[in-house]
């Protein structure tokens, strides 16, 4: 058995930061599926949000102002408390990351660069061209070889340890061996990212399965806001890779079939810099009503920046596209269409990270603290991975430190029990001779969350969609594993997965069949209007023997008063 | 329109076989499917023990590298178009733990030997450390290392020196070098200069061509020697 004061569970931003924080106050260990700095959140693109001022039109910028356009983009869902954490604090970890190395692109003065996102009021999110979360990926994981941290990759966690009510480790598959091992600790965090590949059509990587919720959820933590999900204006038609909302704010156009700017239509104002879900929904309608091409996608046009400035700015969605789309954006506009990209719900949790249950902390894409609400704005999510990872990493570390370390030789009975279970879990999967190809209902699974549970829903719709899903969970028990080996077994791991994202798929349907109003990206067309007076509230699924279980939490609000949501 | 393509794919499974062997399979393209989307083809519908890595199937994670008709290429990037023969195998010199999937660790740990993180010259400031456009533009290029392995695979030297550090490494260690952040080119210089390091490289250019991030290691690594040999110069001007 393996010991440490705390495991960190996924390598990404938010896994990463807290883990160099939680070493300060013991040992800590990282466990990931893959080498941290292949974690999804070198994917991101566009920037990270800091009221800096560095930008000549946001030298009236303030950490309020963010909070404020962070609530507003919420359509007042976030946690105001929270909000005003995140967004004072941001200035420090931005600066942090630049102390660490990371290359931002520059000013003339020679400052941290910043550009215009949607749903900001300044120019205040803080980029490295169109690739800055590989660079602070890449610049926090050569901090953690500095550190020489402890990471376990190729580990697929399975199940949390529950010992005396409390979170006191992991089991995981190591993919490599195909050996389940049982990890011990005081405290451990999720830092695990979202479940994009629950929908047909996303940006995540491949690996974003959101099993870490699942995981935290099983073990009697509740999820929050799961009907929340955002869906990303501009994904390159054919393979849904993003094409950042930086293009727009470089001053890339959008355009339908007749080569209109059609958001003059949807947000006179804010233009294409309007918040992702009112440019989803726009793009959504667009399409519906005959404007788009071949009723399935419309054109990002950044011709008119000139050569240069695509060059400069935007040099990774230009290869991009020219590689996966055989566009050059230089030349053409590059086909379009909205897809599922980020995961505002998640495991329940405060502005520490510590869930509801004793030990068991959360930050990053697979938490909701919340400072999202029912709408993140672009760039506050890097903004989130590193402001709750420090502060989850700070909170878990002395909780553990307060336990004091147990004896490593000893395999606690709990630990004992849980790896025993998993080992039969996988032996009976392996042995089982089903009729069903798990990828086969995998793939029912995104279709149909994509179809009914996506940008514009619908009482008809969502209510077919829980019976389907529950259908799949009950023909998941006919899943058949072809390959019986042990070493690098996919076949089992994305089995594993499976079962998380039906669990999952079903909390938010739930979430967002009872939710009978529109609230950021979750719009009702048979209740298309925001109703506070019924839901100013979160939502909370439980996991129970019976079943999910719905509930309610309140919302804190500080400073803003919930209002009329225009741009 | 679908069409078909013929997938040869390197096979070994260490519980089960004692010598690799290609297996062929035929894969129903759509328009549009790259080589990684041909291999979950393959695992989904032909074969589930098939073993290879992903992650984020858009060319910047660096999971994907493999052999791909005959280059070191990352397979979410390589286009089926009009292909109508794949052929793979795992990236080269690094031990096969099973089908595409090698063992990494002697690539980390040659790029974890070069000290790779910003060792600043100076104490940190309250804001941001000052850096002009024209100072970042100097490292505009090696940071874009996804730590893919290509160039390493590539490299000639590498075949026949399993222990020369390789482009990637190098590159990381001009990356840093060349940061006008950083404090610490004399240590940094004299890690890359030993028995294994810059004075391998025979700038045969292997890596250039098959970096999917368009990254020339053989200029970071010839900047290396450039400073290396200055620095001797001047030592050996001040010491005569
Ligand atoms: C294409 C794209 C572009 C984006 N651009 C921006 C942007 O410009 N600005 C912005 O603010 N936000 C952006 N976002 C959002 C942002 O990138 C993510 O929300 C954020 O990076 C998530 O970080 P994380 O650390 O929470 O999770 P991740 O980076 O996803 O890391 C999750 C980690 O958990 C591990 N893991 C998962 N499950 C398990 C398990 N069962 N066992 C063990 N390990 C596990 C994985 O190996 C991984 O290391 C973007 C998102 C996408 C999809």
Not at chain 1, 345 to 368: H, K
Request: proline letters at 5%.
């Amino acid at each position: 058995m393996f010991y440490h004061s705390v495991l960190v569970i996924g390598g990404g931003l938010a896994g990463l930061r807290a883990t160099l924080e939680a070493r300060r106050f013991g040992d800590v260990a990282v466990l990931s599926l893959v080498p941290p700095f292949r974690s999804h959140s070198g994917a991101a693109q566009g920037g990270i949000n800091a009221a800096l001022g560095n930008h000549p039109e946001g030298k009236d910028d303030s950490w309020e102002r963010h909070a404020f356009d962070t609530v507003k983009g919420s359509d007042y869902l976030a946690d105001q408390d929270a909000v005003e954490i995140m967004c004072r604090e941001a200035p420090e970890r931005v600066f942090e990351m630049e102390h660490w190395g990371t290359p931002f692109s520059r000013t003339a003065e020679g400052k941290i660069a910043q550009r215009p996102f949607g749903g900001g009021g300044f120019p205040r999110t803080c980029y490295a061209a169109d690739e800055t979360g590989h660079v602070l990926l890449h610049t926090l994981y050569e901090q953690a070889i500095k550190a020489r941290l402890t990471v376990y990759e190729e580990r697929q966690v399975l199940s949390l340890v529950i010992e005396d009510g409390a979170c006191r480790g992991v089991i995981a598959l190591n993919i490599v061996t195909g050996e389940v091992e049982a990890f011990a600790a005081e405290s451990v965090i999720m830092a695990t990212g979202g479940y994009g590949r629950l929908y047909s059509r996303t940006t995540n990587s491949l690996i974003n399965s959101g099993l870490g919720m699942a995981l935290a959820y099983w073990a009697g933590a509740p999820l929050k806001d799961m009907e929340f999900v955002q869906f990303h204006p501009t994904t390159l038609y054919g393979t849904n890779i993003l094409i950042t909302e930086g293009a727009r704010g470089e001053g890339a156009y959008l355009l339908n079939n007749r080569g209109e700017r059609f958001m003059k239509d949807y947000a006179p104002e804010a233009m294409e810099l309007a918040p992702r879900d009112i440019v989803a929904r726009a793009m959504e309608t667009e399409i519906e009503q005959g404007r788009g091409l071949y009723d399935a996608y419309l054109l990002l046009d950044m011709r008119h920046l000139g050569k240069e400035r695509i060059l400069e700015r935007l040099p990774t969605i230009r290869d991009i596209a020219i590689n996966f789309a055989g566009v050059d954006p230089v030349s053409e506009p590059i086909p379009i269409q909205p897809g599922q990209h980020y995961s505002m719900g998640g495991i329940d949790c405060d502005a520490r990270g510590q869930t509801p249950l004793p030990g068991l902390y959360a930050a990053g894409e697979c938490a909701c603290v919340s400072v999202h609400g029912a709408n993140r704005l672009g760039g506050n999510s890097l903004l989130e991975t590193l402001a709750f990872g420090q502060r989850a990493g700070e909170a878990a570390g002395r909780y553990a430190q307060d336990r004091g370390k147990r004896n490593p030789g000893d395999t606690p009975l709990a630990h004992g029990v849980a790896l025993k279970a998993a080992e039969e879990k996988l032996d009976g999967l392996i042995k089982w001779e089903g009729r069903e190809n798990p990828h086969g209902l995998r793939q029912e699974l995104t279709e149909l969350m994509m179809d009914k549970v996506g940008i514009f829903r619908n009482k008809e719709d969502l209510s077919q969609a829980l019976a389907q899903v529950g259908a799949l969970k009950v023909r998941f028990q006919q899943t058949s594993i072809r390959y019986k080996g042990k070493t690098y077994n996919l076949d089992l791991a994305r089995t594993l997965e499976l079962e998380g994202m039906l669990d999952l798929a079903e909390a938010i349907v739930a979430g967002a069949l009872k939710r009978e109003e529109s609230r950021g990206s979750h719009f009702r067309r048979d209740f298309p209007q925001r109703d506070d007076a019924r839901f100013l509230h979160h939502t909370l699924a439980r996991y129970t023997p019976q079943g999910l279980a719905l509930g309610e939490k309140d919302v804190t609000i500080t400073r803003w008063p919930p209002e009329a949501r225009r741009y | 329109m679908d069409r078909q393509v013929a997938f040869r794919v390197f096979r070994f499974d260490p519980q089960s076989d004692s010598e690799p062997r290609f297996d062929t399979f035929t894969v129903e393209a759509r328009e549009g499917m790259n080589v990684l989307e041909g291999l979950f083809y393959i695992l989904e519908n032909l074969d589930g023990s098939l073993a290879f890595r992903f992650s984020c199937r858009g060319a910047v994670c660096g999971s994907c590298a493999m052999f791909i008709n005959g280059a070191y290429r990352l397979a979410c990037k390589t286009m089926l178009r009009d292909l109508k023969e794949v052929t793979i195998s795992p990236l080269g010199h690094l031990p096969v733990i099973k089908d595409l999937v090698v063992d990494m660790r002697p690539f980390y740990r040659k790029y974890e030997s070069i000290l790779p993180y910003l060792l600043p010259a100076s104490e940190p400031p309250l804001k941001e450390y000052p850096q002009s456009p024209k100072q970042r533009h100097a490292i505009n290029e090696m940071i874009d290392c996804i730590l893919c392995g290509c160039c390493h695979a590539a490299c000639p030297i590498v075949w026949t020196n399993k222990d020369y550090l390789g482009p990637a490494a190098l590159t990381k260690a001009y990356r840093f070098v060349a940061d006008s952040r950083d404090g610490a080119e004399n240590e940094r210089l004299a890690l890359v200069s030993g028995p294994d390091g810059i004075w391998r490289c025979h700038t045969i250019f292997n890596c250039h061509e098959v970096c999917p991030k368009y990254i020339n290691p053989t200029y970071s690594i010839q900047q290396l020697k450039r400073m290396a040999i200055s620095r001797r110069l001047h030592f050996w001007r001040k010491n005569k």
